[in-house]
């Protein structure tokens, strides 16, 4: 029986679907990849959604859609407020905006073929470099010099600082890498194990009589998977606006 | 009396109007054209015909239908992107 296995990790390859040549800029091209095609996806789909929720309530319907809104909206206020301890309000719309960017990256990662722009490192360390960097230049801004008290905690003895300084700054620094790997490590190995799953059920269902009969078990474990992978969508756009949240409050309130 | 007079609904404001039967004649003028009868939701007509098809039979009443034609819509534009790149290379034969 010839077995076909394709390679599981092919499905995150990144791929040129269109290219632009831009000859008098010299090294130069403007390619479209799979990669870009889906966040613009994304983006349409985020902005269309934004735009489309509000019509049946203009034309005075019951809209179901802004009610789903609504309660993502309300969602995160409580998220933040539990989380930013001072005026964390304000940075609401960027958390909005991360959560429901990582949130539809996931999900249309789950559409079968299509692909997971969060299970590439590129993007989610991009964004995790970005949240951190805006927190620090957002603690530089409000404390000054003051907010390299961060990286001291409080009653350390004067001995132990300069040990503990280097320590927690690269405890600090390390944020930014431990929040973009999470993310994509998540994506990654639920997709392989999909990917591996299925593969192996396709070949059971096929390959034999008892494959036929006894079909429904893999099919079975694979939609249980499915479904624990939607979870861990939800639940990774969830982390991640978590913790920005904390970080952000670590360098709001300087501890 | 003056005080409760602005208490009196309907406020009405119509441009123009000086009083008497002058006022009333525009008054009913202004009423006599606005639309009849129960509200009749149709497509507005600056909309292209198939976009303003399915606003009314989905945008309109906040159906959950979109959002199937969106994964749907993926679906099978992801399977065409997949099957050109991956698919048909492995049809049949092991992945080099």
């Known amino acids: ?255 | 009396m003056s005080s409760t007079k602005s208490l009196i609904p309907p406020k009405l404001s119509v441009s123009g109007i000086t009083g008497g039967a002058a006022a009333f004649a525009q008054l009913c003028d202004l009423y006599s054209k606005l639309p009849k009868g129960p509200l009749v939701e149709s497509i507005p007509p600056t909309m292209p015909r198939l976009f303003g098809r399915y606003w009314y039979r989905y945008i309109r009443t906040s159906s959950p239908a979109p959002l199937l034609h969106i994964i749907l819509g993926v679906g099978l534009m992801s399977y065409a992107i997949d099957y050109e790149l991956h698919l048909k290379h492995h049809k049949n034969r092991p992945h080099h």
């Open chain 1, 1 to 255: 029986m010839l077995c076909i296995l394709n390679n599981p990790l092919e499905q995150f390859e990144i791929i040129k679907l269109l290219g632009i040549d831009a000859p008098l800029l010299p090294l130069i091209e403007l390619p479209l990849t799979n990669l870009g095609l889906y966040l613009l996806i994304v983006l349409g789909v985020v902005i269309s959604g934004l735009v489309i929720s509000f019509i049946p309530a203009r034309i005075g319907r019951d809209n179901s859609w802004l009610v789903t809104l609504e309660s993502i909206y309300g969602f995160l206020v409580n998220l933040v407020d539990s989380q930013v301890a001072i005026a964390g309000h304000i940075y609401i719309p960027a958390i909005i905006a991360l959560f429901s960017f990582i949130l539809l990256c996931n999900l249309f990662g789950l559409i079968p073929y299509s692909y997971t722009v969060t299970a590439q490192f590129a993007l989610t360390l991009g964004l995790s470099f970005t949240v951190l960097l805006g927190v620090t230049i957002l603690g530089l801004q409000r404390h000054g010099v003051h907010f390299f008290s961060i990286l001291v905690p409080a009653g350390t003895p004067l001995v132990l600082v300069p040990l503990l300084v280097v320590i927690e700054a690269i405890s600090y620094l390390a944020r930014a890498i431990s929040l973009g790997v999470r993310l994509s490590a998540n994506m990654i190995s639920g997709h392989v194990l999909l990917k591996i799953i299925s593969t192996f059920s396709w070949q059971f269902i096929t390959g034999s009589i008892l494959g036929v009969i006894l079909g429904f078990l893999p099919v079975l474990f694979l939609t249980a998977l499915y479904a624990l992978e939607l979870g861990v969508a939800i639940l990774q756009a969830y982390v991640f606006v978590l913790l920005t949240a904390s970080y952000l409050n670590d360098v709001l309130s300087l501890h």
